[in-house]
């Protein structure tokens, strides 16, 4: 402890230390912070920019601060609270791992069963949700072969994103929507939505009926893994494709002209400012508008780095083909995995959905406080003896 922080040693080596301003400004008790809505009540602004506790105390299961004010205040702070939310130094939460794949996922590629899936806020949903989180992407099977379940199982991770080609959607290749997609064409892996600000976060698809033709076989490819490659490969081409943004359009119909705000667009590669880590792919090379921004000494290098990431991701150790058939959704992270499809013939009926990134988010947080962090972290609430979702929850 000094006159600015309060130092916790966790282990003999191992410590964390905690502004006073800090400790003071996220006091969880009543009267900071609403127990019900979970927003911040203490006045940030009237914290003395000196302040100074009164008294520390090592508690069994925490540490306990006293403020001086006209009646002193008490704050406790759990340790596992503590530990967690550790800045001074960052301690490393191992929650998620991701599982980079490439060709060889076709072994054994995350699957669950419709039927676990459907189960109200069960451990099956969770599953799902974390094979998505883990992978990228996970297959359904055992999907009635039918729109309206297809719909029930999108509507599972949280409510539909409407765009521009509907709500729910089901389609026949009859290039209706003014996009390529709905024709029989080959389609190189992309993510979709390059030309919105917010790409839409998961894409669920299920292929109803394939009659009097084939091909249209799916392509997955996992943009982190590529991404990984370049990194490695040419950490150079990794830094453009990190950097240069990229301005893309919707114009295929007459009624709309989307772009991403800002118009410039966004680069290839997007990272947590923070962590640095990798949280978005975007590309779709069909998608691109004018590159009128491009910096006049950078047009060949850029060129260079998108014809790597672009041999990266079409290397047949990348790729992972599925001829899908009716029975067996899939559901992906658009954010992450690349798809893309073999030329067809005959006709095809698919239907599916997308879901905002956040409610995806929401969902696996709320089944992780259950599942996961379990039972302690939720208090009995007062007044309704509804269990409520504890002050300490670590997605607050
Ligand atoms: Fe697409
Ligand atoms: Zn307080």
């Not at 029930?152 to 729910?168: D, H, P, S, W």
């Not at 009624?255 to 779709?284: A, F, I, K």
């Not at 004018?290 to 260079?304: H, I, P, Q, S, T």
Request: net charge negative; hydrophobic share 35%; charged share 20%.
């Amino acid at each position: 402890m000094d006159d600015k922080r309060v130092a916790v040693g966790w282990d003999t080596r191992t410590w964390s230390r905690f502004h006073h301003i800090w400790l003071r400004d996220h006091c969880r008790c009543s009267e900071c912070f609403h127990p019900t809505t979970k927003q911040r009540l203490v006045n940030t602004f009237e914290i003395p920019p000196d302040l100074q506790p009164l008294h520390v105390e090592s508690k069994v299961d925490g540490l306990q601060v006293t403020w001086p004010s006209t009646t002193p205040h008490v704050s406790f702070y759990p340790w596992s609270w503590l530990r967690r939310n550790s800045y001074d130094p960052p301690i490393q939460n191992t929650e998620t791992e991701k599982i980079l794949w490439g060709s060889k996922i076709e072994q054994s590629p995350p699957t669950v069963k419709f039927e676990e899936v459907m189960t109200e806020e069960g451990p099956g949903l969770f599953k799902w949700l974390q094979n998505i989180d883990k992978f990228g992407f996970c297959f359904v099977s055992d999907v009635p072969v039918t729109p309206e379940a297809t719909e029930k199982l999108a509507e599972r991770v949280g409510f539909i994103r409407e765009t521009q080609y509907g709500k729910f959607w089901e389609f026949t290749s009859d290039l209706s929507k003014g996009d390529t997609a709905y024709t029989t064409l080959a389609l190189g892996a992309h993510t979709d939505n390059t030309y919105f600000t917010d790409p839409c976060g998961l894409q669920l698809f299920h292929l109803l009926s394939h009659t009097d033709g084939t091909g249209g076989a799916t392509l997955l490819v996992d943009g982190f893994y590529v991404a990984s490659l370049v990194k490695e490969l040419h950490p150079e081409m990794y830094d453009l494709l990190s950097r240069v943004p990229i301005p893309a359009h919707a114009a295929g119909e007459h009624e709309s002209l989307y772009r991403p705000s800002p118009p410039s667009g966004y680069p290839v590669l997007g990272h947590d400012l923070v962590t640095g880590e990798l949280t978005q792919v975007r590309w779709n090379n069909d998608d691109r508008s004018v590159m009128r921004k491009l910096e006049a000494g950078l047009v060949e290098d850029w060129y260079n780095a998108i014809r790597t990431w672009h041999s990266c991701l079409t290397s047949p150790d990348s790729e992972y083909w599925i001829q899908l058939t009716p029975g067996t959704a899939v559901i992906i992270n658009n954010h992450r995995v690349l798809h893309g499809r073999s030329a067809f013939n005959g006709k095809r009926r698919m239907c599916g959905a997308y879901i905002g990134m956040d409610e995806f988010q929401s969902k696996l947080a709320v089944l992780s406080e259950k599942f996961v962090h379990n039972i302690d972290l939720r208090v009995p609430e007062e007044k309704t003896h509804q269990p409520t979702r504890s002050v300490w929850s670590p997605y607050l």
